[in-house]
């Protein structure tokens, strides 16, 4: 059964950094695809991040965040990162962590950003 568990969200100020986590069991972790999305009140759920499989770990950026979140990934934990700074009110949303490939999602980690 496949598993994917977020957590390390939190409530922040303007400029703060968060790091997010998302364990992932029942897959094998390293040959898959991942990416967090994310999905603020009243709006669709977006893509922020994504990451392909090692070895090459080639990362995708949504222009929303680009330059200030950056996405990994540790093959051996089988965990998935998602490393935010610079944080803004607009960053306010739930974060699901996600496995394009089958759309198996996580239950998602509120993220607020507000002084």
């Known amino acids: 059964q496949v598993q994917l568990v977020e957590s390390g969200g939190g409530s922040v100020q303007p400029g703060g950094s968060l790091e997010l986590s998302c364990a992932v069991s029942g897959i094998a972790f390293s040959r898959i695809f991942m990416g967090w999305h994310r999905q603020a009140p009243g709006k669709q759920r977006e893509e922020v991040a994504s990451?392909?499989?090692?070895?090459?770990?080639?990362?995708f950026y949504a222009n929303a965040v680009k330059g200030r979140f950056t996405i990994s990934r540790d093959d051996t934990k089988n965990i998935l990162y998602l490393q935010m700074t610079n944080l803004k009110p607009e960053d306010t949303a739930v974060y699901y962590c996600?496995?394009?490939?089958?759309?198996?999602w996580g239950q998602g980690t509120q993220v607020t950003v507000s002084t």
């Open positions: 990451i392909s499989p090692t070895p090459l770990n080639t990362t």
């Open positions: 996600r496995i394009p490939g089958d759309d198996y």
